[in-house]
């Protein structure tokens, strides 16, 4: 069973840092997709924040860029967002990403899973 655990979040002042992660267990499948999203509150789309894709490295939203960095351990088993600079704007609950594939006989099986959700608050 695979499970995602994200802890990090909570409450900052406008300026400070926080460092959110997300443990992953379970996983079966050959992880080449990994990401942080948010959702804004009263909005209900998740937005992409940062992802780390296989041939394309690290990409960030715009407004995130220079301030918030993606990261993972060599075995893909915790996927880390320092959050630097934190402005009011980016209050949302962030959910981490994996994602991935399995070779099942001659098919391969696309898999998404994603964390609990946890509370960033950015106070001005």
């Known amino acids: 069973q695979v499970q995602l655990v994200e802890s990090g979040g909570g409450l900052v002042q406008a300026g400070g840092s926080l460092r959110l992660s997300c443990v992953a267990s379970g996983i079966f499948f050959t992880i080449d997709d990994l990401g942080w999203y948010r959702q804004e509150p009263g909005n209900k789309q998740r937005d992409v924040v940062a992802?780390?894709?296989?041939?394309?490295?690290?990409r960030y939203l715009d407004s995130v860029e220079g301030r918030f960095t993606i990261f993972t351990d060599n075995a893909k088993n915790t996927l880390s967002l320092q959050l630097n600079s934190l402005k009011p704007e980016d209050t949302a609950v962030y959910y981490c990403?994996?994602?991935?594939?399995?070779?099942?006989?001659?098919?391969?099986?696309?898999?998404?899973?994603w964390g609990q959700g946890i509370q960033v608050t950015v106070s001005s």
């Open positions: 990403h994996f994602g991935g594939s399995l070779r099942v006989e001659r098919e391969m099986e696309r898999y998404e899973y």
């Open positions: 992802t780390i894709r296989d041939g394309d490295g690290a």
